[in-house]
């Protein structure tokens, strides 16, 4: 267990050092805007700070490619007939490589759309959020072990305030409420608040180290350290993840006990902060 979390923290820290002394390339947007005139088109035009080549990811599905050579020009006229948005403003980031392959990701931009976009299948959106809803509201399963003995526990957390990155798909930071009921112990119900850090560390689709603190309100309080990674995504909204912690009871080595656990990760119900 030991070995699993130092594993993943090391690979955290050796991303941060091998990103050090990277000079980040930015991005000054010129031109975001769609064509009042049918076939609509996107008109987007920026300059970076060196010479890169560039693409632009629209609505967090849509990608294009802007600039194939490297520039420090750079010019899109996107055509968006066919193409369905679920919201009149539509939500964009610019993706830079630099010459030694470095990738680097702006801002998040916007623009609005000049009519109204039209959105298909209303009953599958019904169907989707019903679906999403009630898988986020299952709990997941956790590997609890104290002093050589094993139990079994149901978990649930609640991301409740997260702060905005430059990615998209996952927040820099978050903070979250989790309820666990242990199975077989004595002391069946812990109630948990935590701060998570995640990086964006492919093959990963995140990895997160995070500290909480604990309490069952009779007299175990404690913290707990933790390293998680998410692995894969499920219809873009939930994140598989496995994650692992180790919980210290200060003054009682005996109350020290670890947690292996598996579960979906999302911000959907969260409260954003730029």
Known sequence: ????????????????????????????LIDAYVKPEPPHKFILSFFTSDI??????????????????????????????????????????????DKSGYQFTSEVFDFD????PEIEGGSSIVQLCLFGSAIFLLPYPTLIIQEGKSFFSLTKEIPILSIRSKSLHYPSDYISLEYSFIFDADEKNI????????FDLPPFEYLSPGVSIYTNFFGNTGIGIEAAAG?????????????????????????NFYELSVGLYSSFFSFYLN
């Open 1 to 28: 267990m030991k070995f699993i979390f130092i594993l993943i923290i090391g690979l955290t820290v050796n991303s941060i050092i091998a990103q050090t002394g990277v000079d980040s390339i930015e991005v000054y």
């Open 52 to 97: 890169s080549k560039s693409k632009v990811i629209l609505d967090d599905r849509y990608e294009y490619v802007v600039s194939e050579k490297f520039s420090e020009r750079h010019i899109a006229d996107i055509e968006l007939t066919g193409i369905n948005f679920t919201d009149k403003i539509v939500y964009f980031i610019i993706v830079t490589e």
């Open 113 to 116: 759309l000049p009519y109204e």
């Open 191 to 198: 109630l948990r608040a935590g701060y998570k850090h995640l």
């Open 231 to 255: 692995l894969f995504t499920i219809v873009d909204t939930f994140t598989f993840y496995t994650r692992f912690r180790y919980n210290i009871k200060p003054g009682d080595a005996t109350g």
